[in-house]
Structure formats: C-alpha cells, structure tokens
C-alpha cells in the first residue's frame, strides 16, 4: 500500500516526461517551420507572450506563435460606425 502512493507518481512523471519528448519530436519540425513562416511574414519576434495564472494561483508565461502585426491594435477600431454586434 505505501508503495503505491510513491509508484504512482513516479510512473505517472515518467509518462509524462517519455510522452512529451515523443510530441516535441513530431511536432518540432512542423513548430519550426511556422516560426520561419511568421519571422518572414513580418518583423517583430515570433512568439507573443501572455501572463496567466495557473495551478494554486501561480502566475506564467504562455508562449504563442505571433498572429497579428506588432501593435496591430494602435491602428483604430476593426469595427464601423453603427455595427449591428
């Protein structure tokens, strides 16, 4: 019974760990490429950075690959005057 509550986890960290290298290396080349995509689109770094608050209240950073222009959003409203939204 003890040795369950060490195994378990152990087994569980194990997975996680061989998994996700399994997953970094399938989805590498396929993250590199769209880092070159969005690096030869338009200048300004590849990946945004968001702050979130996670597991316990403790706060991270989430990396995105960049989708928009670099303060794309100092360019006025997207949207016209008397939009039915």
Do not use: N, W
Not at 49 to 65: C, D, E, M, S
């Amino acid at each position: 019974m003890k040795e369950d509550r060490l195994t378990i986890p152990l087994s569980k960290r194990f997975s996680d760990i061989v998994l996700s290298v399994i997953a970094l290396l399938l989805l590498g080349p396929i993250m590199l490429l769209i880092a070159v995509l969005v690096k030869l689109s338009s200048p300004g770094p590849v990946f945004y950075t968001a702050k979130r608050v996670g597991y316990k209240g403790r706060p991270f950073a989430q990396l995105k690959f960049r989708t928009m222009h670099v303060e794309a959003d100092r360019h006025g409203s997207f949207t016209c005057k008397d939009d039915p939204r």
